[in-house]
């Protein structure tokens, strides 16, 4: 059985950077997603990688600015965030991808508890 555990969260001033980790005790890490959830909003899609390290996906909202990688070495996918923004601020949170839509918090399992970024104007 895989855990997740994320970490790398804090707070940060618009225009800055985090670099999120995700984790893998147990087993090793296979293709994962990160996911958000804002304050009385949804969980939303972040970012996925392939256990191979492609392809790749990154949410709209995201792109260009987002970047996920993987260290198969170190068992962990990281989530590199530039040019932050307010609306940014959520808790993110990575799982283990089982099959189906990418984009879709319904193909993952295994959630870590989550790391909260805040990102203040």
């Known amino acids: 059985q895989v855990q997740l555990v994320e970490s790398g969260g804090g707070l940060v001033q618009a225009g800055g950077s985090l670099r999120l980790s995700c984790t893998a005790s147990?087993?090793?890490?296979?293709?994962v997603g990160w996911f958000r959830q804002a304050p009385g909003k949804e969980r939303e899609f972040v970012a996925h990688i392939h256990w191979s390290g492609s392809p790749a996906y990154h949410a709209n909202s995201v792109k260009g600015r987002f970047a996920i990688s993987r260290d198969n070495a170190e068992n962990s996918v990281s989530l590199q965030m530039n040019s932050l923004k307010p609306e940014d601020t959520a808790v993110y949170s990575c799982?283990?991808?089982?099959?189906?839509?990418?984009?879709?918090?319904?193909?993952?399992w295994g959630w870590g508890k989550g790391t909260l970024v805040t990102v203040s104007s």
């Open positions: 799982a283990s991808y089982s099959g189906s839509d990418v984009d879709d918090a319904i193909s993952y």
């Open positions: 147990g087993r090793a890490v296979r293709s």
